[in-house]
């Protein structure tokens, strides 16, 4: 039993601060307020501190990670994840697992034979191994696979039904939603009616389903309608994924799908949308390209790119739809040593050293790597990115993944202290109470984690202390290996699992 005593308390609701006690017994918080003395319980003294629910990151990339217990999150105050997103989940698996590997890694950075047979053997190790809270959603990109392998367009009647049977399978397991990535092969190939099954079995089960969409440039209005379509049809709570307008020619778009979305809420679809807190994004360098070019996987790829006429095709639409510019789009990280000093320098920079068009250079690069480039990307204004952070139906991610040789991008290493510094305390863009509520309580509410979110007595004692005068991070594209500061103790269900006391630490 403890008791933290003399801080700021943000209890996740968005209301304003209140200077009360936590006292905390065995995983869960047994009161709040003006608390006298426990003779039982340690007091930690916070005054100068600011005591907040543990954030949830409501969407992250880190499903083999939270495996590992790597330490990026818990340094932020994260205490929960929601992995399985953008169609990527490591499950369900075929015994055969290459073409899940070729189609996942570069997003999951997966070592080795992963993969899990369904949901209840992936959800059965995160609660044995992981530190960490975690829920998962089912990958469509990841359930196609399983059922048709990398084969793209329309399937026949027996696979979706299969995707179906397993998509139900998973959620009576414990899954909490479904995900879908319709920018990455082969997801991006199905048709609408495919979705429409598959929805449909999210509404049965009251789960929810997150989408990267098809498009967030030119087709960005068309992409939200589709997904506004899926809702209306079907029912199922719908959860846009990282929302934005990529490039200046689209930036006008934004305001245009956010009307949308608010006259579907009007209407009475059940959407929201997220955001991370940064200009710039990354991913996968293959989603450059058309994804008719990425059936059979990377070598059906590189087949491909060995013919003249498909290879200047290929390159042509690539450029065709490349909102950022060859500038906006830099190399973040490679397969092999022998390009690693291509890392941070823009297709532009290497197109120049390569004496090559940049389309071109780029199709090297992917032949050279087989496909295992990631990149970052020059996306979005910041008058944009604060309209969508503060706008009411939003929640904050971090959207984090790791990579293997190269940077990733510092969202993975500083999202959450970056967002309640510099945007919240320095620029003022919003109140941390509002900034806590968009990393606790809502997120907690949109994905249906019970007692989670909100410091209240008899919901879990999931707990952030941070020093609201310091907190930030120092990661940036350059450096984002860095950690936050201002951190000072993270617990969950009661249990201290970091502290900035060296000592704290090592007995967590």
């Not at 991610?397 to 990733?408: E, K």
Request: glycine share 10%; net charge negative; aromatic share 6%.
């Amino acid at each position: 039993m403890f008791q933290l005593v003399g801080g700021l308390l943000f209890d996740g609701s968005g209301g304003p601060p209140r200077r009360d006690d936590v006292l905390v017994d065995g995983e869960r918080i047994a009161a709040t307020g003006k608390l006298p003395p426990c003779p039982d319980a340690e007091r930690i003294d916070c005054t100068g501190l600011a005591v907040a629910p543990g954030f949830i990151d409501a969407h992250s990339h880190s499903d083999l990670q939270l495996l590992e217990n790597r330490p990026e999150k818990m340094l932020q105050g994260v205490t929960t994840e929601v992995v399985g997103n953008c169609g990527f989940s490591p499950y369900p698996a075929r015994p055969s697992r290459g073409e899940l590997h070729e189609f996942a890694n570069g997003i999951l950075a997966g070592h080795g034979d992963w993969g899990w047979a369904s949901a209840q053997e992936y959800l059965d190790d995160l609660t044995a191994k992981s530190r960490l809270g975690a829920v998962s959603q089912v990958g469509h990109g990841t359930l196609r696979i399983a059922v048709a392998g990398t084969r793209l367009g329309a399937l026949p009647e027996s696979d979706v039904a299969a995707m179906e049977r397993f998509l139900a399978e998973a959620f009576e397991q414990g899954a909490v939603g479904f995900s879908t990535g319709l920018m990455y092969s082969p997801g991006a190939s199905a048709p609408f009616e495919e979705l429409v099954r598959l929805c449909a079995v999210v509404a049965k089960y009251g789960k929810i389903y997150t989408t990267h969409m098809r498009d967030y440039s030119d087709r960005l209005e068309e992409a939200v309608e589709e997904q506004l379509e899926l809702a209306r049809r079907t029912g199922c709570r719908l959860q846009i994924s990282h929302l934005q307008a990529v490039g200046p020619r689209n930036w006008p778009r934004q305001r245009r799908v956010l009307d949308r979305i608010e006259r579907a809420v009007a209407s009475g679809v059940d959407v929201s949308f997220d955001c991370y807190p940064y200009t710039r994004g990354s991913t996968v360098m293959t989603q450059l390209l058309p994804q008719w070019a990425l059936e059979g996987g990377i070598d059906g790829l590189i087949g491909r790119l060995a013919d003249p006429q498909q290879r200047r095709r290929i390159g042509a639409e690539a450029e065709r739809d490349l909102a950022q510019g060859w500038e906006g789009i830099l190399v973040g990280a490679v397969g092999s040593a022998k390009n690693a000093s291509l890392v941070g320098k823009s297709l532009a920079a290497v197109a120049a050293e390569r004496n090559l068009p940049p389309a071109e250079a780029m199709l090297d690069l992917l032949v050279e790597e087989r496909g295992e480039v990631n990149q970052l990307e020059i996306n979005q204004s910041e008058e944009n990115l604060r309209a969508a952070l503060c706008h009411p139906l939003s929640n904050i991610i971090s959207d984090g993944f790791y990579v293997t040789n190269g940077r990733p991008h510092p969202r993975l290493y500083g999202t959450f202290p970056h967002l309640l510094g510099e945007l919240c305390r320095d620029r003022g863009w919003m109140t941390t109470a509002q900034a806590v509520h968009k990393i606790t309580l809502r997120p907690a509410e949109r994905f249906h984690l019970k007692e989670r979110g909100c410091l209240r007595a008899g919901l879990f004692a999931d707990i952030v202390v941070f020093d609201p005068a310091r907190i930030g991070s120092p990661a940036t594209y350059e450096q984002p290996q860095s950690a936050p500061v201002g951190i000072h103790r993270v617990y969950r269900n009661g249990r201290l699992i970091w502290s900035d006391s060296a000592e704290e630490n090592r007995a967590a």
